[in-house]
């Protein structure tokens, strides 16, 4: 039977994974990881989801992953998360540089100690023009790569590969998602910025789908 640990974030998509995998009865917990990231708040509302859905719960420090990752906008203090459209010029400077590769890795590890047999994150298509770690042929290699990382084959599951944020979204409300309880904004304030390439993104993908934004915008 699979039983699946789910590299959890506290954003939007990664929570509707959450919901998916609980009601599939395959969840086998959740792991997040303190990278440095500006936006960290969104580990808060991972740790309550996961309290809530009675889901065991590994919040990693890794804070020290800072020195390496450069001037991407998420972790350098020094440079400013972008306020404009969600376009792949301008939300180089979100790239944090081989992300996903660490996060599935530590993931691996711990799926390995805690007897499970898949590992699930949330990629999307909307990402796939910015973000190379979540492209098809970047999870058709990470899948290659855990299917020999251990003395039993692990199962990459990446189920939203080829969906929106809209269509995840939909996905969500049919599961009973609260969406107030997920996290997006890259510039980690009180409340969701609303200028943000990713707050942008996600105010439009809610029209899109036809579901109510419970989203708290600091600049509707």
């Not at 979100?94 to 990629?123: D, E, F, G, H, Q």
């Not at 039993?152 to 969500?172: C, R």
Request: hydrophobic content about 40%; aromatic content about 8%.
């Amino acid at each position: 039977m699979k039983k699946a640990l789910l590299v959890y974030s506290g954003g939007l998509d990664s929570t509707v994974l959450l919901y998916k995998l609980k009601s599939e009865g395959i969840l086998g917990g959740a792991i997040s990881v303190n990278y440095s990231q500006k936006h960290s708040k969104e580990l808060f509302f991972a740790r309550k989801n996961c309290e809530k859905l009675g889901v065991d719960f590994l919040e990693v420090d890794l804070r020290c992953l800072r020195d390496i990752f450069g001037n991407s906008s998420l972790v350098d203090n020094k440079t400013n998360v972008p306020a404009a459209m969600y376009e792949e010029t301008v939300m180089h400077s979100t790239v944090v540089p081989n992300r996903n590769m660490i996060l599935l890795s530590i993931a691996a590890a711990r799926a390995i100690s805690a007897k499970c047999n898949c590992i699930a994150y949330a990629a999307h298509s909307g990402d796939h023009a910015i973000y190379p770690d979540c492209r098809p042929e970047f999870v058709n290699a990470m899948a290659g790569a855990l299917k020999v990382c251990d003395y039993t084959p692990i199962e990459l599951y990446a189920p939203f590969v080829n969906l929106s944020k809209a269509q995840i979204i939909a996905e969500g409300a049919k599961l009973g998602v609260d969406f107030s309880m997920t996290w997006s904004c890259y510039r980690g304030g009180e409340s969701h910025c609303g200028v943000c390439p990713t707050c942008v993104e996600r105010k439009e993908s809610f029209k899109i789908a036809g579901v109510p934004d419970p989203t708290v915008y600091s600049n509707p």
